[in-house]
Structure formats: structure tokens, C-alpha cells
T-cell receptor, first 112, second 116 residues
């Protein structure tokens, strides 16, 4: 069955630098992959979706790449700010299309 | 446009009691999903419902757990005879459809269930 791996260790980045988070999957390549942000005590919030035929997607300071050969998506935040500190989750479609399969998330800490 | 509403935000139950969690999807959304999240873990899918129909309940335990999404009113996740292991955050999400925009889901604030 499909598994998603995100770095379980917190990522500490200096303010102003680029933060890069990794999402690896193990089985079939999904038609799309999504990234969400989750703050403590809150539900996840959708950020970006990238389709299998898209190599890269951008939204303001966010950039997502999708490499179906490596079975990997990278999530970049440029010019990072302390307000970007949160847990970032990747999710991809299951083969049933009814559900999303979720990674455990990577906690990002931006230090001023 | 109000987002996904969940209540209560916090629920404390003693072992053996029943827990009822409510979710009102975003206006115009007819698809509801329930997830469970333990600390430091990812979201675990439980059940997917449309109005008056359970579409996929493969992630929900066969016993003690049930879900409904009636024609009128919120979706309900019901846990009977709760045990300590049921303590978790339960999130509800809604989407417009599973087709487009590719199942983007909007989440509620969650209900934190504590079983004493």
C-alpha cells in the first residue's frame, strides 16, 4: 500500500533563508499531490496542489516540485519568516480517489 | 462564507460513555470526511460521506464507531462505550466534489476528545 514519508525531525531555519521540506512516497505515482499547513490546535489548511504532469508550481513565496521518477515532492518557502513556523503536511490521492493519504508532517521552526 | 464548523471543540468523557462529534461542512459542499489525529502523527482517514450516504468507511473501526450525514443537519461521528485509546483530535473536512478541484479539502478546527 502507498506510504508517505516526511522528515519527522523538526527543521530549524534562520529567518530570511529558504526552507525546503521533503515528501517521499513509496508506491504508485499519484495524479496529484497536495501540501497543507497545520498550526497547533487547528485543522490543516490547503496551500498548493501539483499535478503529475507539472514539474513545478508557485504561489507567492511558496514553490512545490514533483518528481515522479524520484517519487518525491519538495516544498520550498523562500524569504522565510517566523510566521511560517508550523507543521507542513503532504497528502496524495489514494487509488480509490475517495481519500487522501497523509504524511505525518514536518515541523518547521523559523528563528528570528 | 463560514468555514467548516465542528463542535464541541473539547469533549471529556469517562470510559463507557458515548461521544458525539458534529460537523457542518462549508456552504455548497456535499462531501464530508472524518479524520483522527494522534499527537505527532499524521491524519488517519476514517470515513467519507455524502448526503445520506456512506461512501467509504474503510478507515473506521467496525465496532463502537458510526457516522452519518443526514439530509438536514450536520454530520455526526458517534463513538459508543469510549475507551482511553479513543482520546485524540478528530477533524472533519469538506469538499465540493471528488472530481475538481482535485479533492481540495477544507478542515474544521477539530474536536479534542479526552477519555478519562
Amino acid at each position: 500500500s502507498q506510504k508517505i514519508e516526511q522528515n519527522s525531525e523538526a527543521l530549524n531555519i534562520q529567518e530570511g533563508k529558504t526552507a525546503t521540506l521533503t515528501c517521499n512516497y513509496t508506491n504508485y505515482s499519484p495524479a496529484y499531490l497536495q501540501w497543507y499547513r497545520q498550526d497547533p490546535g487547528r485543522g490543516p489548511v490547503f496551500l498548493l496542489l501539483i499535478r503529475e504532469n507539472e514539474k513545478e508550481k508557485r504561489k507567492e513565496r511558496l514553490k512545490v516540485t514533483f518528481d515522479t521518477t524520484l517519487k518525491q515532492s519538495l516544498f520550498h518557502i523562500t524569504a522565510s519568516q517566523p510566521a511560517d513556523s508550523a507543521t507542513y503536511l503532504c497528502a496524495l490521492e489514494s487509488d480509490s480517489n475517495y481519500q487522501l493519504i497523509w504524511g505525518a508532517g514536518t515541523k518547521l521552526i523559523i528563528k528570528p | 462564507n463560514a468555514g467548516v464548523m465542528q463542535n464541541p471543540r473539547h469533549l471529556v468523557r469517562r470510559r463507557g460513555q458515548e461521544a458525539r462529534l458534529r460537523c457542518s461542512p462549508m456552504k455548497g459542499h456535499s462531501h464530508v470526511y472524518w479524520y483522527r489525529q494522534l499527537p505527532e502523527e499524521g491524519l488517519k482517514f476514517m470515513v467519507y460521506l455524502q448526503k445520506e450516504n456512506i461512501i467509504d468507511e474503510s478507515g473506521m473501526p467496525k465496532e463502537r464507531f458510526s457516522a452519518e450525514f443526514p439530509k438536514e443537519g450536520p454530520s455526526i461521528l458517534r463513538i459508543q462505550q469510549v475507551v482511553r485509546g479513543d482520546s485524540a483530535a478528530y477533524f472533519c473536512a469538506s469538499s465540493r466534489s471528488t472530481g475538481a478541484p482535485y479533492n481540495e479539502q477544507f478542515f474544521g478546527p477539530g474536536t479534542r476528545l479526552t477519555v478519562l
